[in-house]
Structure formats: C-alpha cells, structure tokens
C-alpha cells in the first residue's frame, strides 16, 4: 500500500514514520511512504498557501489551487472540473483531514486496509476552502471531538492504525484480531451463552468491547495480584474470564459503546 502525504510541514513525518511496526512495514516493502510539500504548487515568489476567506472571518485558509495540482499530480490523473468531474481509481482514497470530518474509527482503518493507495491531505490554519472537501478528497476525516493545530498528527495516527491491519506488517495476524473493537473480540463476546444473556440485557445487539486487561510477571506486585483464572491454565475459563473482564472494562470506561 502506498501513502501520500500532502503538507506545508514535510519535516514533521522524520520521527513518526521511522520507529515501531511502520518502520518494519516500509523496510519489509508492505507499505510505500512519499511525503509531498505543497509550497512545491504554488505559484508566486512568497509561496503561499493560504488567504483570507470570502465573508470575513479570523484566520486564514488553504487555497483550493495547490492542493488540487498536488493531488492530481501525485495521482497522474486530472479531477476534472464543475462541468466534467473525474472520479479517482475506486482502489485510492483521498482523506482531508478535518475538525469537520467523520470520526475515524477501527472500521474506518479496516475499510482503508483494503484500498492500495491513500493520500493525506494535511489542513492548516482556520480550514480548508470547501471545494477541496466536496470535489477532491473522497473522504473527510477527523480522528477525534477537539481540534490540533494541523492535519500532520491526524495522518500519521491513521497510517499507523491502518497499516497494522495490513498482511505481514505485525508478524502474528492474530495480534490485530484480538484487540479492542476488533471483530474477533466482538464475536467471542457474541458466542457465549453469558453474552447472549447480557445482550438481551443491553439496548444494543451488536456491542463493540474494549480489549481484556493485561497481567505480566511478578504474579504478586506490591500486593496487588494476577486474577487466578489467569494462572491455573485452563483456556476456557480464561477466555471466559477474558470476555468477562472486556465487557466489564467497556462499562467502566467506554458506556457509549455499549448505548450506540
């Protein structure tokens, strides 16, 4: 899979995208990184980006023009235009990413796991000129309810997330099926007989859990102890013990997904 970042800001992605399983991902060629800078498209000796929107307001926004040749320079392929607009390949999603976009969730990355070519459109400043959201990116993307200064941080918490997802990139492919708000997890909850009870119990059928805590040696630290279950060997009792213990963390620290 190959990920184009669009940015003012191409220095950022030097820590980011060169340590952990992303490192491993490009250096094993299951994924392919190219960082390009937007000053490269403008057009006058300040190299700008941005001005003042139409009706007044504070801030500045980033131009439709530059954005638009970069996207379609990166891509080899023309948007078109109000009279004649082209769609891009059905395999490469263009995200802006966006205050005002839709929250990225797990089935967002896996929906973009899927796709070969992801290009990330950084905003800036007080926005984005609409045009850019509405006619080139395919996508807009907000990784959560509060607002960064930049799109920069966005994009790699979302290259992250969807590469882990890819074939190879972790190593162990169940690693990234037994996570939180993994399929697997949701479906180990969904097939015994305590979680069908408690489903009916709850104002949803298809909860999403949070993953199972975690225990590690010493079994005993500073008097706090490993749960028993987890130390007596039998595996249907820990997974049940497993289950149990997700849904319980999913009440306490995430109710809303359970309400939804």
């Given at each position: 899979?190959?990920?184009?970042?669009v940015?003012?800001?191409?220095?950022?992605?030097?820590?980011p995208?060169?340590?952990?399983i992303v490192?491993r991902?490009?250096?094993?060629g299951?994924?392919?990184?190219h960082i390009?800078?937007?000053?490269v498209?403008?057009?006058?000796?300040?190299?700008t980006?941005d001005?003042?929107?139409f009706g007044?307001?504070?801030?500045?926004v980033?131009?439709p023009?530059p954005?638009?040749e970069?996207v379609?320079?990166l891509?080899?392929?023309?948007?078109?235009d109000?009279a004649r607009?082209?769609?891009?390949n059905?395999?490469t999603g263009i995200v802006?990413?966006?205050?005002?976009g839709?929250?990225f969730?797990q089935?967002t990355?896996?929906?973009?796991?899927?796709?070969?070519?992801?290009?990330?459109?950084c905003?800036?400043?007080?926005?984005?000129?609409?045009r850019?959201?509405?006619?080139?990116?395919?996508?807009?993307?907000?990784?959560?309810?509060?607002?960064?200064?930049?799109g920069?941080?966005p994009?790699?918490?979302?290259?992250?997330?969807v590469t882990?997802?890819?074939?190879?990139?972790?190593?162990?492919?169940?690693?990234?099926?037994?996570?939180?708000f993994?399929?697997?997890?949701?479906?180990?909850?969904?097939?015994?007989?305590?979680?069908?009870r408690?489903?009916?119990?709850?104002?949803?059928?298809?909860?999403?859990?949070?993953?199972?805590?975690?225990?590690?040696?010493?079994?005993?630290?500073?008097?706090?102890t490993?749960?028993?279950v987890l130390i007596?060997?039998?595996h249907?009792?820990?997974?049940?013990?497993?289950r149990?213990?997700?849904?319980?963390?999913t009440r306490r620290?995430?109710?809303?997904?359970?309400?939804?």
């Amino acid at each position: 899979m190959r990920f184009d970042f669009v940015t003012i800001f191409p220095e950022f992605f030097a820590g980011p995208l060169d340590h952990g399983i992303v490192r491993r991902a490009r250096e094993a060629g299951i994924i392919d990184i190219h960082i390009q800078d937007l000053r490269v498209f403008t057009k006058d000796r300040h190299r700008t980006v941005d001005d003042r929107p139409f009706g007044g307001g504070e801030g500045m926004v980033l131009k439709p023009e530059p954005l638009f040749e970069a996207v379609e320079t990166l891509l080899d392929q023309s948007i078109g235009d109000a009279a004649r607009p082209v769609l891009p390949n059905a395999e490469t999603g263009i995200v802006l990413l966006s205050a005002s976009g839709k929250r990225f969730a797990q089935e967002t990355a896996r929906r973009f796991a899927k796709l070969k070519r992801i290009v990330l459109i950084c905003g800036r400043y007080e926005g984005v000129d609409e045009r850019v959201a509405e006619h080139l990116a395919t996508e807009e993307i907000s990784i959560g309810d509060f607002v960064l200064s930049g799109g920069e941080l966005p994009a790699a918490v979302i290259v992250d997330a969807v590469t882990r997802l890819l074939p190879g990139a972790l190593g162990n492919e169940a690693s990234s099926q037994n996570e939180s708000f993994s399929a697997a997890m949701n479906e180990g909850f969904r097939n015994i007989q305590e979680g069908l009870r408690l489903m009916r119990e709850l104002p949803t059928a298809n909860p999403v859990l949070l993953d199972f805590p975690h225990y590690t040696r010493p079994a005993d630290f500073r008097g706090w102890t490993v749960p028993e279950v987890l130390i007596g060997g039998h595996h249907a009792e820990v997974a049940r013990w497993r289950r149990d213990a997700a849904l319980e963390k999913t009440r306490r620290n995430r109710p809303d997904l359970l309400m939804r």
